[in-house]
């Protein structure tokens, strides 16, 4: 699979500047696994208040980067037809936060599916997903998280 660049992943996902928190899709198996980059700058709107002497990306965005990596992966997986308007996050578990992720890291996402269900008659699927964020060859962060889609109508 080739990487993504950014106006594919605009075209995937519906988040926009700022809560948009990918730059690019690395590598992918699309169903499987998928590796996304995030270039952590000091522009970033959240460091101003987070915090404005040590700046430190805040661990939920982290974990906000992770479901957005996995809603790619998930959508990557589904006919052009069949892609939903938005891949929700139902719950996460299992987060641990190892290092702090700081201006001028870049942030590299990994998810992999672990588990899918579809519901036919509600027309509506779930995923578990885990995730893990590493910078360099440290792990900075690590999560599993459920996400549910619908069927678009």
Do not use: W
Request: proline fraction near 8%.
């Amino acid at each position: 699979m080739h990487p993504l660049d950014i106006s594919e992943i605009l075209a995937l996902l519906p988040h926009r500047y700022p809560m948009l928190l990918i730059d690019r899709i690395i590598d992918m198996v699309p169903g499987e696994k998928l590796v996304a980059l995030k270039n952590v700058t000091i522009n970033e709107p959240f460091f101003t208040g987070h915090f404005p002497a040590t700046p430190i990306m805040p661990g939920v965005l982290i974990v906000e980067a992770m479901g957005q990596a996995g809603g790619v992966l998930i959508m990557s997986d589904l006919p052009r037809n069949k892609i939903p308007s938005a891949v929700y996050f139902m719950g996460f578990d299992h987060v641990r936060f190892r290092i702090p992720v700081t201006p001028g890291d870049q942030l590299i996402l990994e998810v992999k599916i672990i588990k899918k269900r579809s519901n036919t008659i509600k027309h509506s699927h779930f995923v578990k997903i885990s995730a893990t964020a590493t910078v360099g060859e440290k792990l900075v962060a690590e999560a599993e998280l459920m996400a549910t889609y619908g069927d678009p109508e």
